[in-house]
């Protein structure tokens, strides 16, 4: 086994891993519990005190809100950029793999001045494990269309390319309205909640979300469908961001009157889910 080799396998355990506390986050109510955090945050199971060390990790907060995210934006714009670069020194280039990584320099760039201009982030501290996991998923991610094209070669048609493009195009815009839209709201309300109304808000709880899982469905279409980390990706977006927006949806109603909210709006997919 050669280096890329370990690298695969190292990337599909950490894939399958985390796809696997999704899974069980999603179904299992402790599980939940333990992983929530911010507004989501639940406290201990059964009320009981945590080890002290689970305390660290899990509930107190340890790095401050803005500067984890957009450290997390970083991390992955360096890492995606110097793969970027390395793409040129191969032998044999594949399409497929330059174009999704060069959607998925713009969307953390994108983000990342997000981070830095747009949001207006409450004042809170995020847990040890929950900055890991995220850092680990913009270490990871950016490898994912490398390790397919070294291990999975395969071409799309410039069609497909086209398609993902014109996709991952749409939801960038229609993420960015809506963080704009986000930052608006919390900007009036100082450091409180509102319920953000108006566009994709009377459809969904979470329009970013769903935006963010359209950008990754461009990202597999661009892996030409046969990218099996960008599969596992995929779905470990969706089931992360399914959960998360579940756990919004819910959050809201038990936050705020009925008549605050809009009818018929459902959490991630507009009328289905």
Same mark, same amino acid.
């Given at each position: ?5 370990? /690298? $695969?396998?190292?990337?599909?355990? !950490?894939?399958?891993? $985390?796809?696997? *506390?999704?899974? +069980? ?10 992983? @929530? ?16 060390? /689970? ?26 950029? /110097? ?31 997000? +981070?830095?201009?747009?949001? /207006?982030?409450?004042?809170?501290? *995020?847990? *040890? ?39 991952? @195009? ?5 993420? +960015? ?7 608006? @709201? ?6 409180? !909640? ?16 769903? %935006? ?12 030409? $469908?046969?990218?099996?980390? %960008? ?43």
């Amino acid at each position: 086994m050669d280096v890329v080799d370990y /690298v $695969g396998v190292v990337a599909f355990f !950490y894939w399958i891993a $985390g796809l696997i *506390l999704v899974g +069980c986050s999603l179904v299992l109510g402790k599980v939940r519990a333990i992983v @929530s955090y911010g507004k989501h945050a639940r406290g201990w199971v059964a009320s009981k005190q945590p080890p002290a060390i /689970v305390h660290s990790l899990l509930i107190r907060g340890t790095v401050p809100n803005k500067v984890a995210w957009t450290s997390f934006y970083a991390i992955g714009l360096v890492i995606n950029s /110097v793969l970027i670069r390395e793409y040129f020194y191969l032998k044999d280039m594949n399409l497929r793999s330059l174009s999704t990584s060069i959607m998925f320099e713009i969307h953390v760039a994108r983000r990342l001045i997000e +981070c830095i201009y747009v949001h /207006v982030f409450t004042p809170r501290y *995020l847990p *040890l494990f929950h900055y890991a996991a995220a850092v680990s998923f913009y270490f990871f991610a950016p490898l994912t269309p490398f390790l397919d094209a070294l291990l999975y070669p395969a071409v799309p048609s410039p069609s497909q390319v086209a398609a993902a493009a014109i996709l991952f @195009s749409a939801a960038s815009l229609m993420q +960015c309205f809506v963080h704009i839209r986000l930052a608006e @709201s919390r900007a009036l309300g100082g450091s409180k !909640y509102g319920v953000p109304r108006g566009g994709l808000f009377e459809l969904v709880a979470s329009p970013h979300y769903t %935006a963010e899982i359209v950008m990754y469905t461009a990202f597999l279409i661009a892996s030409n $469908g046969l990218g099996f980390f %960008a599969f596992l990706n995929w779905l470990w977006v969706f089931g992360n961001l399914a959960q998360s927006a579940l756990e919004t949806n819910a959050w809201y109603k038990r936050t705020f009157v009925k008549s605050m909210l809009p009818p018929r709006r459902k959490a991630l997919i507009p009328h289905i889910l």
